[in-house]
């Protein structure tokens, strides 16, 4: 079992790049969040999933997508990545909502310049 | 979204108790989370509380739930060098969405 992994660990993006970040989980859990992390803030909810085919916006929205074809994977996607971008982005799964617990990936520290 | 309050850093001496504080604002959170995140990775949970409890132990770990006062604290027995990390508290609210503080570095001398 590999739990949460996510590809790429580091990048680094001009402004005005693109970008796919991609979360796969192997333990067929239903629910799927894409956080981001910055120093002090702790980390906010930018979008997430409930099941294969849904997706809804969470705290911080603006400047990504995401889309959730298969179960196993949620991608985020910057198209125009901006400065404010440069953060820790971490994906999590859940089995469900509430009290199940979330399983973090490592994190994707993305630095645009 | 709601506010979650976490002082920033706290250090104490191994083998001492350690206890971290966290308010929040949102009197209909059903779960409180505690989350433990080592350096370079990902987040742990360590333990959670349900709203209708006051308190819940497991090994080291008593987590304190005062719903009036909308605090809550995570003491740790005992505290080691491994201990060392920041910690986060969360709460669960309507929406599908964790709250988090920002988290409380915990910094373990020997």
């Known amino acids: 079992n590999a739990g949460v992994t996510q590809t790429p660990k580091f990048r680094v993006l001009k402004t005005g790049q693109s970008m796919t970040l991609l979360c796969a989980q192997d333990?067929?859990?239903?629910?799927m969040y894409w956080y981001r992390q910055d120093p002090g803030m702790g980390l906010r909810l930018i979008h997430y999933?409930?099941?294969?085919?849904?997706?809804a916006k969470g705290e911080v929205p603006d400047g990504y997508n995401v889309s959730r074809l298969k179960k196993q994977n949620f991608l985020l996607g910057l198209e125009s990545a901006a400065p404010s971008q440069t953060s820790v982005y971490f994906c999590?799964?859940?089995?469900?909502?509430?009290?199940?617990?979330?399983?973090f990936g490592p994190g994707t520290r993305l630095t645009v310049t | 979204g709601e506010d979650v309050e976490q002082s920033l850093f706290l250090s104490v001496r191994e083998g001492d108790s350690s206890v971290i504080n966290c308010t929040y604002t949102?009197?209909?959170?059903?779960?409180l989370y505690w989350y433990k995140q080592e350096p370079g990775a990902g987040l742990q949970l360590l333990t959670y509380?349900?709203?209708?409890?006051d308190m819940k132990q497991d090994q080291r770990l008593t987590v304190l739930l005062n719903k009036k006062d909308k605090h809550l604290s995570l003491r740790i027995a005992d505290t080691q060098t491994g201990d060392s990390a920041i910690y986060f508290c969360?709460?669960?609210?309507?929406?599908?969405?964790?709250?988090f503080g920002g988290g409380t570095r915990l910094m373990v001398k020997p």
């Open positions: 999590a799964s859940s089995a469900s909502g509430s009290s199940y617990e979330q399983y």
């Open positions: 333990m067929n859990h239903e629910y």
């Open positions: 999933s409930v099941g294969e085919g849904t997706t």
């Open positions: 949102d009197s209909s959170s059903t779960y």
């Open positions: 509380i349900f709203s209708n409890m």
């Open positions: 969360a709460e669960w609210y309507a929406g599908n969405m964790l709250t």
